[in-house]
T-cell receptor, first 114, second 111 residues
Framework: NAGVTQTPKFRILKIGQSMTLQCAQD?????MYWYRQDPGMGLKLIYY???????DKGEVPNGYNVSRSTTEDFPLRLELAAPSQTSVYFC?????????????FGDGTRLSIL | RKEVEQDPGPFNVPEGATVAFNCTYS??????FFWYRQDCRKEPKLLMS???SGNEDGRFTAQLNRASQYISLLIRDSKLSDSATYLC????????????FGKGTMLLVSP
């Protein structure tokens, strides 16, 4: 049971570098989400998608981009890494036309920008 | 009032104790409520949904008070393995909407 798979698990970037965080789910969920969690803080929604070809901004989208070309994949791109983007990033998915369906999380990507 | 507010704790309890957490939310239109559990440096995992009539899952009981806009989680007979951070989660609005996660309440169960 793969569920939600995130790669890489850890990454160190230099300021100004770019990278893509990968997220894939095999549960045929139509909704997918990207969150960041800073130490001692709650999860903040970066972007979400309600289906292939559709994405929307969350609470903290600046500095990030996403795409959703397939149901399974929802990559998150950082174009110009900044120290403020040091965080743990979680991808999640849900089968939800209604938000009473729970979200299933990947095990996170720990990103440090130096 | 913050969208979702929780006492960060930590709550330090001995094994076998009963412990309760509360969470308040600001949007009276919210319809969906959850408790998630997050272990240190791990991903959040759904513990239980919270239903209007209250619901129980083994040692865990969740209650919803719409009038006062709070939800609660009661853990009976605490185990060492219950040590974690418990996240209160609420949807932003009625119908489909994104979820708002509280910062969590840390529980430490000691022998």
């Amino acid at each position: 049971n793969a569920g939600v798979t995130q790669t890489p698990k850890f990454r160190i970037l230099k300021i100004g570098q770019s990278m893509t965080l990968q997220c894939a789910q095999d549960m045929n969920h139509n909704y997918m989400y990207w969150y960041r969690q800073d130490p001692g803080m709650g999860l903040k929604l970066i972007y979400y998608s309600v289906g292939a070809g559709i994405t929307d901004k969350g609470e903290v989208p600046n500095g990030y981009n996403v795409s959703r070309s397939t149901t399974e994949d929802f990559p998150l791109r950082l174009e110009l890494a900044a120290p403020s983007q040091t965080s743990v990033y979680f991808c999640a998915s849900s089968y939800a036309e209604y938000s009473n369906q729970p979200q299933h999380f990947g095990d996170g990507t720990r990103l440090s920008i130096l | 009032r913050k969208e979702v507010e929780q006492d960060p704790g930590p709550f330090n309890v001995p094994e076998g104790a009963t412990v309760a957490f509360n969470c308040t939310y600001s949007n009276s239109a919210s319809q969906s409520f959850f408790w998630y559990r997050q272990d240190c440096r791990k991903e959040p995992k759904l513990l239980m949904s919270v239903y209007s009539s209250g619901n129980e899952d083994g040692r865990f009981t969740a209650q919803l008070n719409r009038a006062s806009q709070y939800i609660s989680l009661l853990i009976r007979d605490s185990k060492l393995s219950d040590s974690a951070t418990y996240l209160c989660v609420v949807n932003k609005d009625s119908g489909y909407s994104t979820l708002t996660f509280g910062k969590g309440t840390m529980l430490l169960v000691s022998p």
